[in-house]
Every structure is written in structure tokens, then in C-alpha cells.
């Protein structure tokens, strides 16, 4: 099956992903060009880079959400301006709502590379956004969503022993387990 609605797929050498912050587009990941871009800093190298992150760095004995990773492994600036807004729009949660491995998955780049995955050969977005790559998935008819569906007494039912469904996703655990019982 092909899926003619899904991706643009780029070489890694073409491929870069921006934020808007103050008004600036600005790399994302986090690079040289987004720290001078968004505090008026003059890094040139990876060795200032360092030093700066450093400097803003806040150490915690244990890590025990997202936005302690993010303050960790970023600094106050950086947090406040891109990840807590990002994580609010995408998540609908603050940072310290979300398992700590939500954020520290982000990488943090001490050089002018602006590719999330400098090591791959392809990078991938949807090419009309992933607003209308769900948009398209929902409204596809061979595919079913059910909300609200405890999965497991669904898989028993007669409704789904009668079904033909070629191949189920179950997120559910993953997905839960981002979020911090609180």
C-alpha cells in the first residue's frame, strides 16, 4: 500500500526545520544560529556554545519530569522561549506535567547543524503539515477509530472477532505512560 498523502521526504542535507520566536525564525534543534539569533550572542564555536549552555544549565539532584530535563539540559532562556510553549501547544500540558522522557529526547546541537537527525540519510515531515496528515488518516474509510475503547475488552468482543481489520495499532500504554500520573 501506498500512501500518496504522507511525506515529504528530503535529503538530509536539504532538510531543516525552523521555530518562530520574538518574531525570528530560528533553528530547531537548537543550535550556534538559535541562541545568537534569540539572546543576541556572538558563539562561534562548539567550545562556546558549551560554555554558554553551561552557564545556563540548572543541575538537579534527581530528574524527575520534563521540565527539569529541559532546565538540565538547556537553561531557563531556552525553556521559557521555545520548549514550555512548544510542549503547552503540543501537549495541551506544561513540562513538569510530562515523564521526563518527553524532552530529552530533543537533541541540543553545540554547532551551526540544523538537522534533528544529523546521521540520517533522509529527513521527513508531511508535506501539508501534520494537522492535515491526521486530517487525511481520519478521514480515510479503511481506517476506524474508536475513542474512549478500553483495547482489551475490545479485542475480546464479538464486534472485533467479526471484524476484518487487517492490522491494529494499540498506543494507548505509550502514549499514557508520557504523561505523569498526577
Same mark, same amino acid.
Given at each position: 500500500?501506498?500512501? @500518496? ?11 531543516? @526545520?525552523? *521555530? ?21 550572542? @556572538? ?6 556554545? *558549551? ?13 524527575? #519530569? ?11 532562556? =531556552? ?12 501537549? %495541551?500540558?506544561?513540562?513538569? &506535567?510530562?515523564? +521526563?522522557?518527553?524532552?530529552?529526547? !530533543?537533541?541540543?546541537? /553545540? ?7 544529523? $546521521?540520517?540519510?533522509? @529527513?521527513? =515531515?508531511?508535506? &501539508? *503539515?501534520?494537522? $492535515? ?9 479503511? !481506517?476506524?477509530?474508536? +475513542? &474512549?475503547? #478500553? ?7 464479538? %464486534? ?5 481489520? %487487517? ?5 494507548? /500504554?505509550? +502514549? ?7
Amino acid at each position: 500500500m501506498q500512501y @500518496q498523502y504522507i511525506i515529504l521526504c528530503l535529503p538530509t542535507s536539504l532538510f531543516t @526545520q525552523v *521555530g518562530y520566536v520574538d518574531n525570528k525564525y530560528v533553528s530547531i534543534p537548537v543550535n550556534i544560529d538559535t541562541v545568537n539569533l534569540l539572546f543576541k550572542e @556572538q558563539i562561534r564555536s562548539s567550545k562556546e556554545m *558549551g560554555s554558554w549552555l553551561k552557564a545556563e544549565q540548572v543541575n538537579f539532584a534527581t530528574l524527575e #519530569n520534563s521540565n527539569q530535563a529541559c532546565l538540565s539540559r538547556f537553561g531557563q532562556c =531556552l525553556c521559557e522561549k521555545l520548549f514550555t510553549p512548544y510542549t503547552l501547544k503540543q501537549w %495541551e500540558k506544561h513540562p513538569d &506535567e510530562l515523564n +521526563l522522557s518527553a524532552l530529552w529526547r !530533543i537533541p541540543v546541537l /553545540k554547532n551551526y547543524d540544523d538537522r534533528y537527525f544529523p $546521521n540520517d540519510q533522509y @529527513q521527513a =515531515l508531511p508535506k &501539508e *503539515g501534520y494537522t $492535515n496528515f491526521v486530517k487525511n488518516m481520519l478521514l480515510e474509510k479503511r !481506517i476506524s477509530v474508536k +475513542l &474512549e475503547t #478500553n483495547f482489551f475488552n475490545f479485542r475480546d468482543s464479538k %464486534e472485533f472477532r467479526h471484524s476484518s481489520f %487487517e492490522k491494529i495499532i494499540y498506543t494507548g /500504554k505509550r +502514549l499514557h505512560s508520557l504523561v505523569n500520573d498526577k
